[in-house]
């Protein structure tokens, strides 16, 4: 299994022009994906491929003027704007590894990120997926004021990943969309956001390495669904490794290659099957 | 000054001052006279920081290098007996080579020198003739300590034994045979004969006891928020001042609010040194915002005074370092920008100090232990590495939920009995359903353990046992499960 995702890697590492996951995306014609996209036509690969290579050697990879901040590119072909588009709301459905994930590579790249309402944050997950613990802000319990609270890390922070306490009502969202418009920052609402462009939830997973009894996690194959609004009406799917072993989140290419197995490899596979026939 | 830099002739212990006070509590160190001794600790502490309370009304100091500075060993424990005495309390000096010798030197340079059973009956030297101090010249250990009775050393058993065999005096004692004394009364026997010749086994543990450096003030009638942050400028200065004056900074300080109907507000704010006393009032008056969000009688002028008014203001240093001044870093402190650092600081002024954290990946076998949360501001300093190997460790990949305080859980086998895990970490059947908290029962599909981990079982508060799993539940999380004293928790989720 090692070597698959080191080939994974290996691909993303000399991603050429025409594989770029998020050329064919762009089609909504909202300004700020266009901009995203001339500035990658300029670049000649997308943002997200480099900013994945040079984790640890672009500060300025996160430029005040850039229209989308980058992701991980496991995850830009599921974004329409392919990253984080700025001024938005993404929300994440019930997946504490995908909201780490979704800042990590604007982390990685110099990005500071705050994080409101989540006491839980597993902070060793977020180092794993490329997230750098050092600018990371926590506030574990923002208390009934989260939305001051939010507004303020906003001011800071270019992405925020709030947990809202209770269902944020419309005028709590239309004032942080305010914000975020006027700041330019990205907000990644674990949980229900009303009429955010982009949700991202888990479909299905797998867990590979741990059998009945024995083994480890060591990997989750799991399929992310994009919903939303624009470009994304039609819900995109991925399967990924949410994690992968060495704990970042990479595409499963198994599943891009149509070869539907069981990452686990056969034993994991077998004890499915046999669990399926029970 | 040659005999003072070599500790003493003959084996003999590095000179010490020791000062006593007749008449304190001895045992009690508790309680709020005991205390009151730090008011002695701190005049002493004038003429050398590193004071050690032996017990309430007895505390020493290495004497050879203040007595350089004041004019040698005579001058130096007389000054410290003035400089006690002029607070009022009674104070004997005594400099003798080593903690033991000290203290009879201390005790003989009372006049009286009576009271306690254990109160030498016939001091070596006729006293301190009026001055309230003794000295004994470095050499003379042997000889000051050879007329008091043996009970002054050793205890009750030992003592009487030695009676019977004739022997009465340390100086008696001191001039038996080593060899003998190791072989008849073994090691207690011989560090005895060791102080009874002049010699210290034990070397003199000096400790910087904690001076109350806090500046406080209060207000009658109750005032409001702004003249209290006004007054907390002067405050500042005070206690900057103090800090300065000991060559120390703080980390962090803790502005303590206590209103006149009894409520407290306490926050710690970061220093670092930094802060002049202008932006320590900034920090208190953020404080004081904070703390009354809408208070309905702030600007209705002093008729309600009583309500909402504060009667005390103090700030506390927090975290005493030594002042070593600060070298900002020459392209600016780029790690945590202005930007960031004013709108932690907000929020810090919102929710308090430590509600704001900044992660700092650590050492530890579970994934709770992995991470420590520094307040924001504060140094970041892990206890332990991250970079150490952590042998048992829960394996890669780390969950992405951690719970802060673990989720009680119930996990039952086929059969619907409780899984449990024997003292060899067997397990009775296999895991069948698990409850996470307050959800409903969810099918285990994959399990894998038990992994026993016995930490720090020297430690008998902090040890822990528990038999760690890993288990995948039908909806596709995984949890990470442990097994305490029979209690089943999850301590972290792969989600």
Redesign the interface.
Request: cysteine-free; aromatic content about 8%.
């Given at each position: 299994m090692r070597e698959k995702i080191s080939q994974v890697m290996g691909i993303f590492e000399e991603l050429p022009g025409d594989a770029a996951p998020v050329g064919d995306v762009v089609a909504a014609g909202n300004a700020v994906s266009t901009k995203a996209t001339e500035h990658r036509r300029v670049d000649g690969f997308p943002r997200a491929a480099g900013v994945f290579r040079g984790a640890g050697f672009s500060k300025d990879a996160v430029v005040a003027g850039d229209a989308v901040l980058p992701v991980l590119p496991a995850l830009a072909e599921l974004l329409p704007a392919g990253g984080l588009a700025r001024g938005s709301v993404v929300a994440v459905d019930r997946s504490g590894l995908l909201c780490l994930a979704l800042v990590a590579a604007a982390s990685a790249a110099g990005a500071w990120c705050g994080v409101a309402g989540i006491p839980d944050l597993g902070v060793a997950a977020a180092a794993a997926t490329g997230a750098e613990p050092a600018r990371l802000l926590l506030v574990a319990r923002p208390g009934p004021s989260w939305p001051q609270v939010v507004a303020s890390m906003l001011e800071a922070c270019e992405v925020v990943v709030v947990r809202p306490p209770a269902r944020p009502s419309a005028q709590i969202r239309r004032r942080l969309e305010g914000v975020l418009r006027r700041g330019g920052g990205v907000l990644v609402a674990a949980g229900e956001w009303e009429g955010a462009p982009v949700r991202l939830r888990v479909d299905r997973r797998a867990w590979a390495g741990i059998g009945d009894g024995y083994g480890s996690l060591r990997a989750c194959r799991a399929e992310v669904v994009a919903e939303g609004r624009g470009a994304v009406a039609r819900p995109r799917r991925r399967w990924l490794w949410l994690p992968a072993p060495d704990g970042t989140v990479a595409p499963d290419e198994t599943a891009a290659a149509g070869r539907a197995g069981f990452p686990g490899g056969v034993a994991a596979a077998a004890k499915a099957s046999l669990r399926a026939a029970r | 000054m040659k005999a003072a830099l070599k500790t003493g002739s003959a084996g003999e212990p590095a000179r010490t001052l020791a000062v006593w006070c007749p008449g304190w509590p001895e045992e009690d160190t508790g309680s709020a006279e005991a205390r009151a001794f730090g008011q002695v600790v701190t005049v002493v502490e004038d003429f050398c920081p590193e004071v050690e309370v032996l017990r309430p009304g007895l505390c020493l100091l290495g004497a050879r290098g203040p007595a350089r500075y004041f004019g040698g060993e005579d001058a130096l424990a007389q000054k410290v007996a003035g400089a006690v005495a002029a607070r009022g309390f009674t104070c004997h000096t005594g400099v003798a080579g080593g903690q033991f010798a000290a203290c009879l030197a201390a005790r003989a340079a009372c006049p009286g020198s009576s009271g306690r059973p254990g109160e030498p009956g016939e001091p070596g030297e006729p006293g301190g003739s009026g001055a309230s101090s003794v000295v004994v010249p470095p050499g003379g250990n042997r000889q000051f300590l050879a007329a008091y009775p043996m009970h002054v050393l050793a205890g009750p058993a030992l003592a009487s034994q030695l009676a019977r065999l004739g022997i009465k005096t340390l100086g008696d004692f001191a001039a038996l045979p080593a060899r003998d004394v190791a072989s008849r009364f073994g090691a207690e026997g011989t560090a005895a004969q060791r102080v009874a010749r002049g010699q210290e086994p034990r070397r003199l543990a000096a400790a910087t006891p904690r001076a109350d450096l806090s500046a406080a003030l209060e207000f009658d009638p109750p005032v409001h928020a702004e003249p209290a942050a006004f007054a907390a400028k002067g405050l500042a200065e005070q206690l900057l001042a103090g800090l300065a004056a000991r060559g120390l900074s703080c980390v962090r300080v803790r502005v303590e609010v206590t209103g006149a109907d009894g409520r407290e507000s306490t926050r710690l704010w970061r220093h670092d040194g930094l802060l002049s006393a202008l932006a320590v009032a900034q920090r208190v008056r953020w404080q004081l915002d904070g703390w009354h969000p809408a208070q309905a009688g702030r600007d209705s002028g002093p008729a309600d005074e009583g309500s909402g008014g504060i009667t005390m203001l103090r700030l506390v240093p927090d975290q005493l370092v030594p002042d070593e001044g600060r070298q900002l870093g020459l392209w600016g402190d780029d790690?945590v920008?202005g930007?960031?650092e004013?709108?932690?600081v907000?929020?810090q002024a919102?929710?308090g100090h430590e509600?704001?954290?900044?992660?700092?990946?650590a050492g530890g076998r579970g994934?709770s232990e992995?991470?420590v949360?520094v307040p924001?501001g504060d140094v970041?300093d892990a206890r332990f590495p991250a970079d150490r190997p952590w042998p048992a460790r829960v394996?890669?990949?780390?969950?992405?939920?951690?719970?802060?305080v673990p989720l009680a859980a119930r996990v039952i086998d086929a059969a619907g009995a409780p899984v449990t895990v024997t003292g060899r970490a067997v397990?009775s059947a296999?895991p069948d359903a698990l409850m996470a908290g307050d959800s409903p029962w969810l099918a285990i599909?994959?399990?894998?353990?038990p992994w026993p981990v016995t930490e720090r079982w020297w430690d008998e508060r902090n040890a822990t046992r528990r038999a760690r799993f890993?288990l995948?539940t039908e909806d596709?999380i995984?949890w990470l499960a442990a097994l305490e004293r029979g209690r089943w928790q999850i301590e972290?989720?792969?989600?």
């Open positions: - | 790690l920008s930007r960031v004013r709108a932690a907000r929020l919102m929710l509600s704001v954290a900044h992660p700092l990946l994934p992995q991470v949360l924001f970041r394996p890669p990949p780390a969950p992405a939920t951690v719970y802060p397990v296999p599909t994959a399990w894998a353990g890993q995948v596709g995984a972290a989720r792969y989600d």
